[in-house]
């Protein structure tokens, strides 16, 4: 897959991908840009068999030669669905990985809200957190907690159970942690009688 995201020279880029299906995890397998900037995988989660799994790469210190970088990125199959949410950094540290979690779970209660059994605690002060999870069920609507920014697109009358273009129903948001607390990551859903069921996701924070 080709595709084009904004450069700002010096900024970290992360790639934060969910998805699932039946057939055979169609994970990334590398990411290269037009500019030969180094993309390192932070973390590959998988769960059910691989049905559902979350993913993340990310650039250090991107270099541009225009506003625009242009992407190759290789999957390792083409059977499922997918969604990667682009995160352009500026202001990132040199070495901007801090540190991740992630995992995956099956949901059989109704909720109006879900959880993931994993939590992340960055290690300094002042780190930008992103997560996301992906279900077999039900659609992500916002962030449950107070200061996160809620990422994922949706629009009235999706399909609750997908699977949809915009996002495959799951959920991207970020937070700016001032601390080093223990952070969990809750999302609204869409209907509180449609159990989420096995579901993937991860987080990661950057300094």
């Known amino acids: 897959m080709t595709l084009q995201i ?30 030969g900037n180094t993309w390192s995988q932070i973390a590959l989660y998988t769960y059910n068999g691989g049905s559902v799994y979350a993913q993340a790469y990310y650039a250090k210190n991107a270099t541009c030669s225009s506003s625009t970088l242009t992407l190759t990125i290789a999957f390792t199959a083409n059977t499922d669905d997918n969604t ?51 279900w077999y069920y039900n659609t992500a609507t916002g962030a449950a907690a107070a200061n996160w920014l809620f990422d994922s697109g949706y629009y009235s009358g999706i399909t609750l159970d997908g699977p949809q273009p915009v996002d495959e129903n799951g ?37």
């Open 6 to 35: 904004p450069c700002v020279a010096g900024a970290a880029i992360a790639a934060m991908m969910d998805g699932g299906g039946t057939g055979a995890a169609s994970t990334i397998s590398g990411i290269a840009d037009s500019n």
């Open 84 to 134: 990667i949410v682009f995160y352009v950094i500026p202001g990132a540290s040199a070495n901007p990985l801090d540190t991740y979690s992630g995992g995956g779970q099956d949901v059989t209660s109704n909720s109006s809200t879900m959880t993931p059994s994993y939590t992340l605690t960055p290690t300094g002060s002042n780190d930008l957190v992103l997560a996301e999870e992906n």
């Open 171 to 207: 959920g991207w948001m970020h937070y700016y942690a001032s601390s080093t607390s223990s952070l969990s990551f809750t999302y609204n859903l869409l209907s509180s009688t449609d159990a989420t069921g096995p579901s993937s996701g991860m987080a990661v924070a950057f300094k």
